[in-house]
């Protein structure tokens, strides 16, 4: 039951990078502009600095910019990370936080947003999505979206 989606190459070891000529080559591996990439650049500046200051987003960094807390759990958010953190070595580099964000694009083929979706689902990365992984992340989701919301609603 699934589909098979064919695993890309990781990229190589983030470095932050600021030089003009990197911009240019991710403005065009991406559907992004040179402007969208600087403003990208700023943003990630931000959150790569946020706790660890070594120019790089780490998971705690992340949960701080969704959650406003180091120490919140969430499937999706371990998800997410885990598809920006392309070379799997526990940090996002810039390249890999535009590459990752480029799927989001609005000239990003179909295609590849359904593989990127696939990813999210398929938690063993076994190239199927199975059964106990759809159970896993419908129960997680409606566990931590029911509890946030009767926290909400006993909090009012």
């Known amino acids: 039951m699934g589909c098979k989606v064919s695993k ?7 470095t932050p990078s600021n030089s003009l000529h990197d911009r240019s080559a991710l403005a065009s591996d991406t559907p992004f502009s ?14 790569s600095d946020s706790v660890i200051k070594d120019g790089l987003i780490h998971k705690e960094e992340l949960r701080l910019a969704i959650f406003k807390n180091v120490n919140e759990r969430n499937l999706f958010l371990d998800r ?15 390249e890999e936080f535009v590459k990752t964000l480029s799927v989001f694009h609005p000239n990003t083929p179909k295609a590849v947003k359904i593989a990127h979706a696939f ?6 990365h076994t190239g199927f999505i199975e059964r106990e992984e759809v159970c896993k992340v419908y129960y997680k989701y409606l566990g931590e979206t029911s509890s946030a919301y009767k926290y909400k609603s006993f909090k009012n």
């Open 80 to 94: 997410i990370f885990d598809l920006f953190d392309a070379n799997k070595n526990g940090r996002i580099g810039f």
């Open 34 to 47: 040179e402007s969208e990439i600087e403003s990208l650049h700023n943003l990630f500046q931000k959150l």
């Open 8 to 14: 890309s190459a990781p990229l190589e070891e983030p």
């Open 119 to 124: 990813k999210l689902y398929d938690l063993r």
